[in-house]
């Protein structure tokens, strides 16, 4: 199809303008959760060019309202994030990273925040972004296209401080929000274990601390802490064994084989 292949072509291309602007993104393993039939069921997110291309669209838009945005002085919930702290190692191998220095790569990242004043989103590589293609699950999404339709049919759009008090109910329930969604997680892969109980598998060292040894089992996007005598090596492959579950906690335990 040329009209999605054109497509591609502009997503790939604003792709490698956010890089040049200093944008990282790192791949840890994702999965969704499915139930069926009683049955819990773990599906690995798969990388794909029609995937990467409708990420990409979703970060232009958010782009492209947010200028908009400011030409017009339309008052909306910018995305901001401040630069982070890599090591010169993650940023000279950025696009070759191994397991581990993605996963300390990952905690370098500073925590997006919120404003009615637009800013860098470094992580994106942008000068200014907002959030707008998801209006069903992120209520300021919503917002966002109630500005555009406001401004479009000619009607009062909200202040920067009818804004800001939006930002804030925002910022009060999301955390409450995110813990829910950790916490169904959590439930669903204890479940999904209590199925499997033989389940024998692989984890990768991805960082030592003495004896305590985090290891990252890709398939499910677990990381999980088990002690070793003898210290392994970072982005070490061992194989692991479920050693407990406990449902009422959320947690699921693994041992060396």
Known sequence: NKLLSKLNEIAKEHKSFRERKGSIRLNLPKTDIKVKDQKVIVIPQLESESREMISEFMVLAGRVIAKFS?????????????????????????NNLSLSKTFEAAKGFNRSKLSVKPSLHAGLGLNEYLRVTSPMRRYLDLLVQQQLVRF?????????????????????????????????????????????????????????????????????????????????????????????????????DFKPL
């Open 70 to 94: 400011i030409e017009n002085n339309i008052s909306m919930p910018y995305l901001l994030q401040n630069s982070g702290k890599f090591s010169d190692e993650i940023i000279e191998n950025i």
């Open 152 to 252: 479009i049919s000619n009607l009062t759009l909200l202040n920067e401080s009818e804004i800001k008090e939006r930002i804030k109910v925002n910022n009060s329930s999301s955390s409450k929000i995110n813990k829910a969604i950790r916490q169904s997680v959590e439930h669903y892969r204890c479940l999904y274990f209590m199925q499997n109980r033989s389940w024998e598998g692989q984890g990768i060292v991805v960082e030592v601390n003495g004896n305590k040894v985090l290891l990252m089992i890709r398939e499910f996007a677990i990381i999980t802490q088990v002690k070793f005598k003898k210290k392994p090596k970072l982005d070490e492959k061992i194989k692991l064994k479920v050693s407990s579950i406990d449902l009422f906690e959320r947690s699921v």
